[in-house]
């Protein structure tokens, strides 16, 4: 491996050279938000693009490498439900991942396996620091996209099937016209 750029667009978040560009449509994110009505009206309009990452994994995914990217969450809800990522843990659990916010307002909605949960504010500057065995989940409550840069360990690898099982213990929604806070019905139903 020989050293590398790639140019980071701070307006649109677009990682030119980047070797992988994942988009997740509305269709993609079935069972991720509480309100299946608003979802299934949502989506009757159309398959939105919820959000978008441009990601540098020429690297093998192995120890001592580092992949990076930009997360780009576009402006949107689902009923009083922000448009968000799927969120994820990482395969080794004991991965930590950074996240530098470069345009957007937002949240990192974050959770551990034991359901001890913190929500950080994410605004350009903001450098976040997500802990291993922490899941994380950008949530986008501006009005314009939110763009996240992030480094995390090439051998981390992803586990979004825990989530997508209940999604987190705590939602942000809109509540007259503010994010706020509240826990998860599908998780106070059980």
Not at 57 to 77: C, D, F, N, Q
Request: hydrophobic content about 35%; proline content about 6%.
């Amino acid at each position: 491996m020989k050293p590398f750029t790639t140019d980071l667009n701070l307006e649109t978040g677009i990682l030119r050279g980047a070797h992988n560009h994942l988009q997740r449509r509305l269709s993609s994110m079935e069972g991720q938000y509480s309100d299946r009505v608003a979802y299934e009206a949502l989506l009757g309009q159309g398959d939105a693009l919820v959000y978008e990452v441009y990601e540098n994994v020429k690297m093998p995914p192995a120890p001592g490498e580092l992949y990076h990217g930009t997360s780009i969450v576009h402006p949107g809800r689902v009923g009083d439900e922000y448009f968000m990522t799927k969120g994820h843990f990482h395969q080794v659990l004991e991965t930590a991942e950074v996240y530098h916010c470069v345009h957007g307002h937002g949240y990192m909605m974050m959770e551990t396996p034991h359901g001890e949960w913190a929500a950080e504010e994410l605004k350009p500057g903001v450098v976040l620091y997500v802990p291993p065995q922490w899941a994380h989940r950008s949530i986008n409550i501006g009005n314009d996209d939110l763009i996240t840069f992030f480094i995390y360990p090439g051998d981390a690898g992803h586990d979004y099937g825990t989530v997508e099982a209940k999604g987190f213990h705590k939602l942000v929604v809109d509540r007259q016209g503010k994010p706020t806070v509240i826990d998860n019905p599908r998780w106070s139903a059980a």
